[in-house]
């Protein structure tokens, strides 16, 4: 079956340092793929997201590319702020329903 | 954007009694809705699937009788715990795909914490 594996966590940066968090998937066919963030408190937010092999999704710095060759999807920002701190689902959707990996926690420090 | 609004937003309640959670799209038709529980510092577990008119179809391990969720229009689903216990106590999150979604994208609403005392 379709499965999401994020790196796991927590993430602890400075201001300004360059982020990844690494997605891989397993899936049948050809999924669209996404980023979501949930901000402490809140639902989740879709953060970007590429519905096909070599797409780049982007969104407020922040970029993805899907790699058919390797099955990844890892998000990546050159320069994180503190507002970034929040946690990170990598997520793919094959058929109906929407498959999640298990989250990545990031905070940032001033 | 597509906005989805759950109600209530946070519900405290004592053990055996039912809690009603409700999901709306404010500005869409929702064919489709999804129902998740989240645990603390964990993913999204997806509960059950509805689609309007039809009844949900539910994840393995899920009670049915305990979880009852109703899709009665195209921006209306709730979700009843019922009976609850303290082991209930959770964030619940909808989502819902519009009617005219092409590759999956799913909007959540802002969650429901549960805390059953």
């Known amino acids: 079956g379709n499965s999401v594996t994020q790196m796991e966590g927590p993430v602890t940066l400075s201001e300004e340092a360059f982020l990844t968090i690494n997605c891989t998937y397993t899936a049948t066919g050809y999924p669209s793929l996404f980023w979501y963030v949930q901000y402490p408190g809140e639902g989740l937010q879709l953060l970007l997201k590429?519905?096909?092999?070599?797409d780049k999704g982007s969104n407020k710095g922040f970029e993805a590319t899907y790699r058919k060759e390797t099955t990844s999807f890892h998000l990546e920002k050159g320069s994180v702020q503190v507002s970034d701190s929040a946690v990170y689902f990598c997520a793919l959707s094959g058929g109906q329903k929407l498959v999640f990996g298990q989250g990545t926690r990031l905070t940032i420090n001033p | 954007g597509a906005v989805v609004s759950q109600h209530p937003s946070w519900v405290i309640c004592k053990s055996g009694t039912s809690v009603k959670i409700e999901c709306r799209s404010l500005d869409f038709q929702a064919t489709t809705m999804f129902w998740y529980r989240q645990f603390p510092k964990q993913s999204l577990m997806l509960m059950a699937t509805?689609?309007?008119?039809?009844?949900?179809?539910?994840e393995q391990g899920v009670e049915k009788d305990k979880f009852l969720i109703n899709h009665a229009s195209l921006t209306l689903s709730t979700l009843t715990v019922t009976s609850a216990h303290p082991e209930d106590s959770s964030f619940y999150i909808c989502s819902a795909r519009a009617r005219t979604s092409g590759n999956g994208e799913l909007f959540f609403g802002e969650g429901s914490r549960l805390t059953v005392l």
């Open positions: 509805s689609n309007e008119g039809s009844k949900a179809t539910y």
């Open positions: 590429a519905t096909k092999a070599d």
